[in-house]
């Protein structure tokens, strides 16, 4: 095996000759050949001592106790490996959680978003907001609402607003189209588009399933009048036709 220079293994290692020549000082890393003009020289025996350094400093281990470790007569590459991989799955699943926190806070800082669960029911009373939130979780599961209610927490009032305007022109455009054929392609466009937007609203968690859970919002607009209107009054004509027209799309999309 090629032997590597100092400088050539720093590069390597990602590490500075500088920290090569502490580690050869206290007898932690020493070269396998110095040649005659007291250059260091490292073969296979030294880059897999290093990567051991490198692992436990990667897990905070001082360096004098790594010493103690990598000499210990009992030391089992293959068993400190594995232990290597679990203690760092374990730092990488903490690290993810700590930067999931940032992201949600610099998203917080920096668009205004709605931190408050009222918020996200904006001009509903506070006694009908909790009727409705209790009947969605019973409907549709309690995962479901909490993870929707925190993917809306993300959103900026302005992207709640465009997203909103969206969902209202998407509606105005079924409405007009309801004396039609809900299995049109213009039609299906339309209800593609919704189950786009719905996704993104619910966060894509959805514990009965993404289309499943779509085709029983069709449903509800047959149950539920509330949810089915034409100037502001209940629609059984169109409540039928939005029924129609997602229970084809998702038959369509299984």
Sequence with gaps: MDKYSVKKLSKLAGVSVRTLHLYDKMGLLKPSVRTEARYRLYGEKELLRLQQILFYRELDFPLKDICAILDDPAFDLVQALEGHRKALLAKKERINTLVGTIDKTLVTIKNNTMLQVEDLYEGIPRDKMEAYRTEAMAKWGKDTILNAEDTLRGFSKDEMDAL??????????????????????????????????????????????????????????????????????????????????????????E
């Design 164 to 253: 909103k305007t969206e969902l209202n022109e998407i509606s105005g455009k079924l409405t007009a189209l309801m004396s039609g054929d809900p299995k049109s392609p213009e039609v299906q466009q339309h209800i593609a588009r919704r189950y786009q937007i719905i996704l993104r609203l619910s966060g894509g968690k959805i514990e009965m399933g993404k289309l499943e859970y779509f085709r029983k919002l069709g449903e509800l607009y047959v149950a539920d009048n509330r949810y089915a209107t034409v100037n502001g009054m209940p629609s059984k004509e169109l409540a039928l036709f939005l029924k129609e027209a997602t229970d084809y799309y998702v038959k369509t999309q």
